[in-house]
């Protein structure tokens, strides 16, 4: 066994370098040594430069001086700082319609208008959405050269959901896998387009997107604070309650009820179903995740993913259950979800 | 030979060695300028190379220190970025994120070597996935070879775990 696991660790494919990068590799080995050899005569030039230097310190200090004690004349910013109510923000996911990311299921559209200036990060908190990425070009939208993160703005990020009182322990605890992008720091309204994988999203409600402000200010102190917008789903869904379901050759058929929700502020939930009144049939292949309410916690709603069987047992066992089914298009089933009816 | 062909003729060699072994030492993918850095360091102390390593060992010996320092350095301020153009592929080019991330093998095992400690992840990059020798190996992490055997067989059963079997049988 142990020698079939060492055969394993040493025939796996390793990456190997990009040829590009390979000959610039080579051709810094080679500028290294004329490198050597020209900072030995620099030595002989280096104090002539010190003393210019000493002079150009003294001009500097009586400059830097104007510009700290100076503030009127010499602003350190131009224009005016972003507030965290000069920013609005709207965020939305929705089933990603774009044909050239056809391998992402997500896609979050988020508005940015601000009446001020300053750097940023931005984070999206999503759960169950992971491997966030761009569209090559997308008219209208901005893209970002780079995405990445930082302990400090984890950190700020951390602190904002603490505050805010919005999710779980357990949840904050992962937010050291955080992706952020930036937009530009002048004013104005941006638009911006990622794209997201699924990796366990039901629609929970809990999806989040932190702004981070990062502003320069004098003697090296940076300006920073942070807004915690709600993100909004738009995904059709539909209704139904699942009678019967049967699994055959990785494919369910589900036997649904489809039901309209009717708005009644006297219903717990604030609506009720008005049901169809025949039953139709749903096929759909194995792999449409769905997720069930767990009722062993009581605490709050919260759901587990399950598979097939599992749906087909409770539904057994309980006669039927309330589903939300959610399309992309109604054309393709993304995911259903099961919904607590009292 | 003067020296820059013989860290040019090392490098070529060694190269996509070392560039592995920082892929799964750091868990970067763009870990280009630490190579060229082993190579410019190699270059720059090359007087201290002492023939009773063999170039291998003391390259890789260079790498791992770098590595370290790398890894202190993230934790410090940590900032991690990676480029925007995930969808933009070069023809033809296999980058390391198409090779660790395409096959659900690769990359389960690329995560499952992140998550051991330094010392096992030292031992199975080198023993495991480089196959160096026992002896080489000790050489580059200056431990004894019995300690490289011993190590070797906790992280083997560790990365197992991790794995949980099925992945590789």
Known sequence: MNKDFEKFLAKTRKPTMERSKKEEIRKSIQRYQSMEEEDKKDRYTNLKRVIAGFSGLAAVFLFAFLIIFDDENFPITTGSSLTPEGLQIEATIKPNRNEEMSHKDYMLEVIIKKDGNGGNMIYPVLEGLSNMSWAEREEGFFSPGSIGTNTLDEESIRDTLIESEVMGVDRIKDISQLMGFYIPEEAGEYRVRMYFEDTGFFNSGNQYLVYVHKEEKRFGHEERWTKLVEVNTEIPSTTAILEDAELHDGNVTLQLTFAEKIEDGSQPNGFYLEKDSVTSALSIIEEVPVYLINYSDWSEINYIKANWEEVIERTKEEGMIFLEIYEKDQKEVLFMKEIYLP | ?169
């Not at chain 2, 799964?24 to 630490?34: I, P």
């Open chain 2, 1 to 169: 030979m003067d020296k820059k062909q013989i860290i040019t003729n090392w490098f070529d060699e060694y190269g996509d060695d070392i560039y592995q072994f920082f892929v799964y030492r750091v868990g970067m993918k763009d870990v280009e300028d630490l190579v060229q850095e082993v190579f410019i360091r190699a270059l720059h102390h090359y007087e201290s190379f002492q023939g009773n390593a063999t170039p291998k060992s003391w390259l890789y010996s260079i790498a791992r220190n770098l590595a370290i320092d790398e890894i202190r350095k993230k934790s410090r301020d940590r900032w991690k970025i990676f480029f925007v153009g995930e969808e933009r592929k070069m023809d033809g080019i296999e980058t390391p994120d198409d090779l660790l991330t395409r096959s659900e093998v690769n990359k389960e095992l690329y995560k499952a070597i992140h998550k051991l400690k330094p010392s096992y992840r030292d031992v199975i990059i080198l023993r495991g996935l480089k196959e160096l020798s026992i002896q080489e190996t000790a050489t580059i992490l200056d431990w004894k070879e019995e300690k490289v055997r011993l190590t070797y067989h906790r992280a083997k059963q560790t990365l197992k775990e991790k794995l949980g079997g099925s992945i590789y049988e």
